[in-house]
């Protein structure tokens, strides 16, 4: 007991001190040392990242839902696998810009406000940022998933449904109805946000020196999207015993699971052995890992691009920052 209090103890430290070497001064090159972008460029990275990312990862989301879902059967066709894009892409991009606007915005005033370092600010930033997104994502999620499980004809048919009345005056529950599961979607997006992006950073520090093209700063094309991919992996498999339990918790009848997560956890490695805190990880893994890579590389890649264009920056951005 006395060993593992001081195990716990080293790894809240590490945290809080910002991971060791990590907690240094950031070397040329490297994420922490990159200039801050600009409030539209936050936006416009952000917004782009997680619309690329969701619409191409969109087919395989429609066979995760149908495969969740009771009584749907999975149809290999194009209409099917396009269910609910609209949605899933219209409602990206503005989630993105919120998720990545307050992910910064936390990281900054932490380590210049709270003196966090760079590790803790990830950490806590990725938190942040999901918990903002949620705003946009959950309503998006409802729209989509209905769809996508054939409880709704199609966006505007979910919409009108869960809208339950005129135009001018939505029926009773409407917060209810467009919110449906808020709690179950942050128990399962804020954990997996924070380390993905905290392992993401993480890796791209560590790696970038040893990869880092000789007399330059750039790093190679293929860095993000593999350091994002592991990142999302390492965050998948220390979250899945929770998302394991979360699931039973909601698939079972009547009362369901007692006890809470943890007494959950105990409970079923006792009864099934540990290899039940794993069930399901390979379909997670197959969505999660590209998931983290698209997203970070593309709102890395973005951002680079916003840099690098600040003497003549696109209309967009003139219009923003006006």
Sequence with gaps: GHLNAMRFGSITTFFLLGGGALAEEAKPGSPNSDPALTFPEQLIAGSVARMVAMTILHPLDVVRTRR????????????????GIGPSTGLAGPA????????????????KR???GPVAANFVGGAVGAVSASLIRVPQEVLKQGVQAELYNNAGHAVSELWGGPLLRPGAGLIGRFYRGFGATLSRDVPWNALSYTFFMALRSLFLPL?????????????DPI???LGGILAAILTHPVDVIKTRIMTTRG???KGGV??????AVREEGFGVLFLGLMPRLLYLAPLGSLVFSTYTKVSK????????PPPIIQFLNK
């Design 114 to 116: 709270c003196h966090f």
């Design 262 to 267: 943890l007494l959950s956890i105990i409970n």
């Design 255 to 257: 009362a369901g699971l």
């Design 305 to 312: 691009v916003l840099l690098d264009q600040r003497e003549n």
């Design 227 to 229: 350091t994002g991919a």
């Design 96 to 111: 993105g810009a919120l998720q990545f606007c307050s992910l910064e915005a936390s990281k900054k005033f932490l380590q």
């Design 68 to 83: 969740q879902a009771k009584g749907i059967e999975m149809i290999w066709d194009a209409p099917t696998l396009l269910r």
């Design 211 to 223: 990869v880092q093209r000789e007399g330059g700063s750039d790093a190679p094309g293929w860095l």
